[in-house]
């Protein structure tokens, strides 16, 4: 093999691999700032249920402020398990 294609063959895989890591850091970044949330409100503007925001706890866990019928809930939401921490009605 010339020193040129293993060159060329170094460098397409460096290429890939930089592609492979800024992929998954713009994931990481979407999933911190809850771009998916975001897309869900515009996709489901008719449904009874909202999410209204998330928080991230740690990498499993995060806090979710949930509205259904004007009434608003806070919870905890996990891999495993789900916790309702609080329930309030919103003036109208």
Do not use: P
């Not at 990498?59 to 398990?81: F, H, P, T, W």
């Amino acid at each position: 093999m010339e020193f040129t294609q293993l060159l060329q063959t170094v460098l397409a895989f460096v290429f890939v691999l930089g592609l492979m890591f800024i992929t998954l850091w713009l994931i990481k970044i979407c999933q911190q700032k809850g771009s998916v949330i975001n897309l869900g409100k515009y996709l489901n503007k008719n449904s009874r249920i909202n999410i209204i925001e998330r928080q991230r706890i740690d990498m499993k866990n995060s806090v979710v402020l949930l509205q259904c019928d004007n009434v608003e809930y806070l919870a905890i939401v996990g891999e495993g398990s789900h916790l309702l921490l609080q329930q309030t009605k919103m003036k109208e």
